[in-house]
């Protein structure tokens, strides 16, 4: 079994050791899932969007290719390939405002 974890949180996944003022309940969830899947010996991709720096913007020249299905940015080909290759996909970010922040939305 594959699963790829899409991960949003602006501390990245390196928040993850409770150390004040770089800590992340979301990233402390994300360690937790991720050692469950290593114990299972379960494939484990993980795509930490802003260790990444993903780039939520689309510009036109984007949107002209998305129309006519030529990849401009490599990035978001790699997530693509990576994800089409998951058997399961895990979500994890903080709710913010009673929603998900616009990076996991854009996502």
């Known amino acids: 079994m594959k699963t790829v ?3 949003d949180h602006p501390y990245t996944l390196s928040a993850r050791f409770n150390q004040p003022h770089h800590r992340s309940y979301s990233a402390a969830i994300a360690q937790e899932c991720l050692q469950v899947l290593k ?3 379960e494939e484990v991709d993980v795509i930490d969007l ?5 780039n939520p913007v689309m510009s036109a020249t984007e949107l002209t ?3 006519t299905k030529q990849i401009v940015d490599p990035v978001a080909e790699d997530y693509y390939q990576r994800l089409a290759q ?3 996909i895990i979500f994890i970010f903080p ?3 009673e ?4 990076m996991t939305k854009v996502f």
Do not use: E, K, L, S
């Open 95 to 97: 709710i913010w405002w």
């Open 65 to 67: 290719n998305w129309r």
């Open 5 to 7: 974890i899409v991960f």
């Open 99 to 102: 929603v998900m922040p616009t």
């Open 86 to 88: 998951a058997d399961q």
């Open 50 to 54: 802003h260790a990444d720096h993903f």
């Open 39 to 41: 114990q299972r010996n």
